[in-house]
Antibody
Framework: EVQLVESGGGLVQPGGSLRLSCAAS????????MSWVRQAPGQGLDWVSV???????FYADSVKGRFTISRDNSKNTVYLQMNSLGGEDTAVYYC???????????????WGQGTLVTVSS | DFQMTQSPSSLSASVGDRVTITCRAS??????LAWYQQKPGKGPKLLIY???TLQSGVPSRFSGSGSGTDFTLTISSLQPEDVATYYC??????????FGQGTKVEIK
């Protein structure tokens, strides 16, 4: 069974940093595209970042230069390093697997339960 | 610029009612559309992909249709456990990730 478990969220001051983890089971993260999607309180879903099976990474404009996605193949875990955090980054962060259907794209087929990041002084 | 418009933003219906949610994409996206259900405090759950293919384990009262620019999610007979917010996702790009604004479904 595919399972994704996020951790690492919490309260952080503006300008601070946090690293989120996404532990996967039931499949191998290095063979898949893995993504982070966030949801601000009472708002919709916003894609944040993706790491391809080949290691390429991409980011939403809102986090580019501040967030870094990575993975540890030995731990079957994906990470999101978040720096220079601001109030606009307050959200539940979800880890999701991307199921590629063609070279044109893929959808998120499995999601974790999310971890809450609150940026506040 | 790409636009993804989901409607309505919320709806209230009775148990057993037929419920329809719409997403409109501009420009068209062939059938690269998925639908998700999100219950309070939970991560989204995939319902439909390829605009009309039901994900394994999803009740058959859920169905999707459409291609190109106009897409529909239908719940044929609304059940109490269907109370949730529903999102569409267009995925004809790499990386993926343009969601509709969401539709909150409640029981009347």
């Amino acid at each position: 069974e595919v399972q994704l478990v996020e951790s690492g969220g919490g309260l952080v001051q503006p300008g601070g940093s946090l690293r989120l983890s996404c532990a996967a089971s039931g499949f191998t993260v290095s063979n898949n595209y893995m993504s982070w999607v966030r949801q601000a309180p009472g708002q919709g879903l916003d894609w944040v970042s993706v790491i391809y099976s080949g290691g390429s990474t991409f980011y939403a404009d809102s986090v580019k230069g501040r967030f870094t996605i990575s993975r540890d193949n030995s731990k079957n875990t994906v990470y999101l390093q978040m720096n220079s955090l601001g109030g606009e980054d307050t959200a539940v962060y979800y880890c999701a697997r991307v199921l590629m259907t063609t070279v044109l794209g893929g959808y998120f087929d499995s999601w974790g339960q999310g971890t809450l990041v609150t940026v506040s002084s | 610029d790409f636009q993804m418009t989901q409607s309505p933003s919320s709806l209230s219906a009775s148990v057993g009612d037929r419920v329809t949610i719409t997403c409109r994409a501009s420009p068209g996206i062939s059938n690269f559309l998925a639908w998700y259900q999100q219950k309070p405090g939970k991560g989204p759950k995939l319902l439909i992909y390829g605009a009309s293919t039901l994900q394994s384990g999803v009740p058959s009262r859920f169905s999707g249709s459409g291609s190109g620019t106009d897409f529909t999610l239908t719940i044929s007979s609304l059940q109490p456990e269907d109370v949730a917010t529903y999102y569409c996702l267009k995925y004809n790009s790499v990386p993926p990730g343009t969601f509709g604004q969401g539709t909150k479904v409640e029981i009347k």
